[in-house]
């Protein structure tokens, strides 16, 4: 078989895509940047952390849907992405039960 075929075969379920989507998606990365520094100097009360949060959680799904071409990968690849997020919520929740049950039990007197 001719190498230069057997490259072209290899290569051939590749998903190409566009610089402008790149560019685009660049863009929507700094204006949320852009939103994520104009909101840490607006005082949303206890609404600051979550709305951080919520942007940060936006930014990370373009990074991984499009620079990490998740969004054009195969299911089992997906699959795993959506698993591993499964299971980071399930460190945060075993992290936050434990956190949320600390205050109910006094810490000991000291006897002297």
Known sequence: MD????????HEHEHIVPRSLYYAVFAALMVLTAVTVG???????????????????VKAALVVLFFMHVKYSSRL???????????????FLITLSDYVTRGWMAAPQLVR
Do not use: H, M, Y
Request: charged residues 10%; proline residues 2%.
């Open 77 to 91: 690849v997906q699959l795993v992405v959506l698993a591993s997020i499964f299971w980071l919520l399930i460190l």
């Open 3 to 10: 190498p230069q075929l057997a490259r072209v075969e290899e």
């Open 39 to 57: 909101a840490a100097f607006v005082d949303l009360g206890v609404l600051n952390v979550g709305v951080a949060l919520g942007i940060a959680v």
